[in-house]
């Protein structure tokens, strides 16, 4: 397929030395999900050359609606999506080096992927593991874009370890109980909106058209016809611990690590998050409840039956989640709920 | 006097699209602990600040005229 990139290659600021570059790159995606699908699916066919696609959960029916890798057989397969990703990227462009691992983006996993990667695309759907990838970017000097997205809202951010500030000077701490899109729901265009964001930086930073590169944070409200770019020129903290003039990483320490602990012959795991969430009982239950899901609680805590398992959430943020021994399945019922 | 819009879900805690009240003097995390009280919304520590569309810490002063935007950084991908 000779002509494969012709018509990217026709416009101006990529060329041929553009595809040249980026063919000869290699593109992190954490995670598989809506912006993951949609990520991969464009830089696969824009001709990257080298994708990893890291994920822990498994294809499920309400992932249809907007996470477009996938179809109702791998729903039935119950395939993991990084191996269900794999497999559709690999038929939409042979040329491209895929690789799916099906796991937790922990910070180790992050390091060991960090030789040799030229950008890394945030596709999680959670702030620890954004704040790790901030950290894992700042330490080995690798791009990143941040991108997501909650009912008809979106946002994105390039971050450019050395230029730009990032996502540590913003946030400063993990934000606490976000909406997401097991609660807040989600529409197909919000995705869309933050993909196209996310995939024209990265095109950008990929053939080194660095002047062109997004430096205002960019967000969108698709159904209330909001949109707002906000200059960060001076959002940059000189005593920022992840890329001020003394750099400690701290979210690649295991203090800042929600702990997961296997309950011996329960059964169930138990989440504690690094720090206390201050968790607004009545409102999680308001709004499990309103995914169809039988709750009851006291003031003290909330308990859940989630299909095959028990979800238990007590007021500090701590939860126990019955009927499974497999840390990254709690873990991603957790953030699916508490973002 | 200020304008200050709510974005995303803080919409729908206030109740308004955007507020106008007099912030100036105030710095964005008192004006932040302010709004929240007057319209009984959760904590908008996290929120991030936009002054006039540059992003703003929390002990930036606010000045007469200025428009605040609260932007709630969201974590669903």
């Known amino acids: 397929m000779n002509d494969r990139y012709s018509r990217q290659t026709l416009f101006p600021p990529i060329g041929k030395p553009g595809q040249e570059k980026i063919s000869s790159k290699h593109v992190v995606m954490i995670g598989a999900g809506a912006l993951g699908s949609g990520n991969a699916e464009v830089l696969v066919r824009a001709g990257v050359g080298r994708l990893t696609i890291i994920d822990r959960d498994y294809v499920e029916g309400s992932n249809l609606q907007r996470q477009q890798l996938y179809t109702e057989e791998d729903v039935a397969e119950k395939l993991p999506k990084a191996a269900a990703a794999e497999k559709r990227l690999k038929a939409i462009n042979s ?46 000097k690798i791009p990143w874009i941040y991108g997501a997205c909650v009912a008809s809202f979106g946002m994105s951010f390039t971050i450019i370890p050395g230029e730009t500030p990032c996502l540590n000077c913003l946030l400063k701490t993990i934000p606490i109980q976000g909406l997401t899109c097991d609660t807040g729901g989600i529409i197909g265009p919000a995705v869309q909106m933050v993909i196209a964001h996310q995939t024209a930086e990265a095109l950008k930073v990929l053939v080194e058209d660095w002047e062109a590169v997004r430096t205002s944070f960019v ?13 960060m020129s001076r959002a940059k903290d000189p005593h920022c611990l992840s890329c001020g003039d003394h750099p400690e990483y701290p979210y690649l320490n295991a203090d800042y690590r929600a702990k997961t602990t296997i309950l011996c012959g329960r059964d169930t795991v138990q989440i504690r998050p690094p720090h206390q969430r201050g968790v607004n009982l009545q409102e999680m239950a308001g709004r499990i409840k309103a995914l169809g899901y039988d709750v009851k609680g006291n003031p003290y805590l909330i308990s859940a039956e989630m299909g095959p398992n028990r979800f238990v959430l007590f007021q500090d943020g701590r939860a126990l989640i019955h009927g499974t021994k497999d840390t990254a399945q709690a873990k991603s019922l957790y953030n699916r709920l508490l973002g | 006097m200020n304008k200050i819009l709510f974005f995303a879900h803080l919409r729908d805690e206030a109740g308004e699209e955007s507020i106008s009240l007099d912030a100036e003097g105030k710095t964005v995390e008192e004006l ?25 810490p929390g002990d930036e002063v606010i000045k007469a005229g200025d428009v605040i935007a609260f932007i709630p950084p969201v974590s669903g991908g």
């Open chain 2, 32 to 56: 932040k602990q302010m709004v929240a009280e007057q319209y009984q919304m959760k904590r908008l520590d996290s929120v991030m600040t936009a002054i006039n569309e540059e992003f703003a």
């Open chain 1, 219 to 231: 967000s969108f409200d698709l159904w209330r016809n909001q949109y707002s770019s906000m200059k």
């Open chain 1, 95 to 140: 040329e491209v080096e895929i690789r799916g691992i099906i796991g937790d983006a922990t910070p180790e996993v992050l390091a060991e992927l960090a030789e040799g990667t030229d950008l890394i695309i945030d596709s999680t759907d959670n702030f620890e593991t954004r704040m790790a990838i901030n950290d894992i970017a700042q330490k080995y």
